[in-house]
């Protein structure tokens, strides 16, 4: 549906403009695709940090750590971005009680969003909800049901909003000068399911924050299944260098060629529950594996929100003693 | 063992045997778990004497407030019906609401006594601030509202004319201005 009520853009997503003189270099070392410099199974530092909103009965910011680029910003001839990195930001507002013309509900409401700023990704979005948002919305509603305690505020309604202010790409840029397969208008969305991971760390730390009761703290984690697509499936254990394709945690896409599978969880550590599983690609045999591995990443990912709800708690607690961890100073830190 | 005295949601509290779950705990095979963030706190059960003391997590100040039954709270009158009025819940147990909530005071509900003769424009004015307590969470139209007491009942009224009244009865008010006697359920001052 268009938006008639003001001058939109285009109804298509617009790319920042390429100069053929960078797709002329992109062999060359200004448009290199980004390397992984990280092992298999570390993810990127995360910053976590609650109450950033004063005007939400809770908040959350959340950012990834953005690789060193290769080449300094005053030799870069493009202002293509390689690599990518994720930052989001959630509000709550509520509980608060539903409009008059809804009926009885028993337990919290709860209505989630997702919605990408226009410049988050190169494939520029509009205002108006897109597929892609719909989508992730409704995973993060399923992720974050499980762990709510609904029926303790009956007759409210909280809405959950996560704003992407900067989003993982689908590929890097140089593929996409390509086209392909995996070029403008393939088949890819890798990007989605790391901004879902994220959306769930975050919208998690957000609702500790808004005093909403949980069962446990939910996190996100992702892995993937990288390397050649022709190994992909059941020749991966051949063992050839070439045709190897290997698991990792939290990946980047625009780091690997190809990316044959990928999975995210949102995954309640002290239950050892799962409420959201999402997988996507041909993962093959070690499907499993590939699961096992985004909870792995995802329990990392739990080290980092106990730290940020720890510094959340000196702020609202000030006089509470804090025995359940060491008193962390910097809430920046690997998962 | 004792609790910790600090806890962070899916944290494990107690065993259910040394203590009964509170607000914002909730039980997980046996073991009482946090629910929130915040400083736990036991009190000694005071409607089961002999039973174990409970365990709760302090919630945060700024959370907003659960109206639940018997909470006492403050309301403006928004509508009068022939059976009912409606009002907006501005105050739960002594915390501002953000956003006020929908109550409804039925008509047997405005006195304990004589309740069939009760006539609501003789007990309330539009725009009255009345000390009421809920007594039923309702359904989506608003909680139930009682203003049966004697401390229940108008605590802010206006005359006709606009001008703040004081109460001189049970059952009426005086307009300090120009002395004109008005009808309303006052509550007693407390």
């Given at each position: 549906m268009?938006d008639?009520?003001?001058i939109?853009?285009p109804s298509?997503?617009?790319?920042?403009p390429?100069?053929?003189?960078?797709?002329?270099?992109?062999?060359?070392a200004?448009?290199?695709?980004?390397?992984?410099?990280r092992?298999?199974?570390?993810?990127?530092?995360?910053f976590?940090k609650t109450?950033?909103?004063p005007?939400?009965s809770g908040s959350?910011y959340?950012e990834?750590?953005?690789p060193s680029p290769s080449?300094?910003s005053?030799?870069k001839?493009t202002?293509?971005s390689?690599?990518?990195?994720l930052?989001l930001?959630?509000?709550?507002?509520?509980?608060?009680p539903?409009?008059?013309?809804s009926?009885?509900?028993p337990?919290?409401?709860?209505?989630?969003t997702i919605k990408?700023?226009p410049?988050a990704?190169?494939?520029?979005r509009?205002y108006?909800?897109d597929t892609i948002?719909?989508?992730?919305?409704?995973h993060l509603?399923t992720?974050?049901?499980?762990?709510?305690?609904?029926?303790r505020w009956p007759?409210?309604?909280?809405d959950?909003?996560?704003?992407v202010l900067?989003?993982e790409?689908d590929?890097w840029?140089?593929?996409e000068?390509?086209?392909?397969?995996?070029?403008v208008?393939?088949?890819g969305?890798?990007?989605?399911?790391?901004?879902?991971?994220?959306?769930?760390?975050v919208?998690?730390?957000?609702l500790v924050?808004?005093?909403?009761?949980?069962?446990d703290?939910?996190?996100g984690?992702?892995a993937a299944v990288?390397?050649?697509s022709?190994s992909?499936?059941?020749k991966?254990q051949?063992?050839?260098?070439?045709d190897?394709s290997?698991v990792?945690l939290d990946p980047?896409?625009?780091?690997h060629?190809?990316?044959?599978?990928a999975?995210?969880v949102a995954y309640?550590a002290?239950?050892?529950?799962?409420?959201?599983l999402w997988s996507?690609?041909?993962?093959?045999?070690?499907?499993?594996?590939l699961?096992?591995?985004?909870?792995?990443?995802a329990?990392?990912?739990?080290?980092v929100?106990?730290?940020a709800?720890?510094?959340?708690?000196?702020l609202k607690?000030?006089?509470?003693?804090?025995?359940?961890?060491?008193?962390?100073g910097?809430i920046?830190?690997t998962? | 063992?004792?609790p910790?005295?600090?806890?962070?949601?899916?944290q494990?509290?107690?065993?259910s045997?040394k203590y009964?779950?509170?607000?914002?705990?909730?039980?997980?095979?046996?073991q009482?778990?946090?629910s929130l963030?915040?400083p736990?706190d036991?009190?000694?059960?005071t409607i089961?004497?002999?039973s174990t003391?409970?365990?709760?997590?302090?919630r945060?100040?700024n959370?907003?407030p659960?109206p639940s039954?018997n909470?006492?709270v403050y309301?403006?009158?928004?509508r009068l019906e022939?059976?009912?009025a409606?009002c907006?819940?501005?105050?739960?147990?002594d915390?501002?609401?953000?956003?006020p909530?929908r109550g409804?005071l039925?008509s047997?509900?405005v006195?304990?006594t004589e309740?069939?003769?009760v006539?609501l424009?003789?007990?309330?004015?539009v725009g009255?601030?009345?000390r009421?307590?809920?007594?039923?969470?309702?359904d989506q139209?608003?909680?139930?509202?009682?203003?049966?007491?004697?401390e229940?009942?108008?605590?802010m009224?206006?005359?006709e004319a606009g001008n703040?009244?004081?109460?001189?009865s049970?059952?009426?008010v005086?307009?300090?201005?120009t002395?004109?006697?008005?009808?309303?359920?006052v509550?007693k001052?407390?």
């Amino acid at each position: 549906m268009t938006d008639r009520r003001r001058i939109s853009g285009p109804s298509v997503g617009t790319a920042p403009p390429i100069f053929s003189s960078t797709i002329v270099g992109a062999e060359k070392a200004q448009l290199k695709r980004p390397v992984r410099t990280r092992k298999p199974s570390e993810l990127r530092k995360i910053f976590l940090k609650t109450g950033v909103t004063p005007s939400a009965s809770g908040s959350a910011y959340l950012e990834l750590e953005f690789p060193s680029p290769s080449t300094p910003s005053s030799q870069k001839k493009t202002f293509l971005s390689p690599s990518s990195t994720l930052k989001l930001t959630c509000t709550i507002h509520g509980p608060k009680p539903l409009p008059r013309s809804s009926p009885y509900n028993p337990s919290l409401l709860l209505s989630t969003t997702i919605k990408f700023s226009p410049f988050a990704t190169r494939y520029r979005r509009g205002y108006i909800r897109d597929t892609i948002e719909r989508d992730l919305s409704a995973h993060l509603e399923t992720a974050l049901r499980g762990v709510i305690i609904g029926d303790r505020w009956p007759k409210c309604g909280v809405d959950v909003v996560v704003t992407v202010l900067e989003g993982e790409e689908d590929r890097w840029c140089g593929d996409e000068l390509g086209g392909g397969s995996d070029g403008v208008g393939g088949v890819g969305g890798w990007g989605s399911m790391g901004v879902l991971a994220g959306a769930v760390t975050v919208a998690s730390a957000a609702l500790v924050d808004a005093g909403i009761d949980c069962v446990d703290l939910v996190t996100g984690g992702v892995a993937a299944v990288v390397g050649r697509s022709r190994s992909l499936g059941g020749k991966a254990q051949q063992g050839d260098d070439e045709d190897e394709s290997f698991v990792v945690l939290d990946p980047s896409p625009p780091e690997h060629a190809e990316i044959g599978a990928a999975c995210v969880v949102a995954y309640l550590a002290e239950r050892d529950e799962i409420t959201e599983l999402w997988s996507k690609g041909d993962a093959g045999v070690p499907a499993e594996e590939l699961v096992d591995q985004a909870v792995a990443a995802a329990k990392a990912t739990r080290n980092v929100l106990v730290e940020a709800i720890l510094e959340t708690a000196k702020l609202k607690f000030p006089d509470a003693v804090l025995s359940t961890g060491k008193s962390g100073g910097d809430i920046d830190m690997t998962g | 063992m004792a609790p910790p005295s600090f806890a962070i949601p899916g944290q494990t509290l107690a065993a259910s045997s040394k203590y009964s779950p509170g607000p914002g705990t909730h039980l997980i095979s046996s073991q009482i778990t946090s629910s929130l963030l915040g400083p736990s706190d036991s009190k000694k059960n005071t409607i089961t004497p002999k039973s174990t003391p409970i365990l709760s997590i302090q919630r945060p100040s700024n959370s907003p407030p659960q109206p639940s039954v018997n909470t006492q709270v403050y309301a403006r009158i928004t509508r009068l019906e022939r059976l009912q009025a409606r009002c907006d819940i501005v105050v739960v147990s002594d915390i501002v609401a953000p956003l006020p909530l929908r109550g409804i005071l039925r008509s047997q509900d405005v006195r304990a006594t004589e309740k069939d003769k009760v006539k609501l424009p003789e007990c309330f004015v539009v725009g009255d601030i009345i000390r009421a307590v809920i007594v039923g969470l309702g359904d989506q139209q608003g909680y139930y509202l009682s203003t049966a007491g004697n401390e229940f009942g108008v605590v802010m009224a206006w005359s006709e004319a606009g001008n703040g009244c004081v109460p001189v009865s049970w059952k009426e008010v005086r307009d300090s201005v120009t002395g004109v006697k008005e009808l309303r359920k006052v509550a007693k001052p407390i």
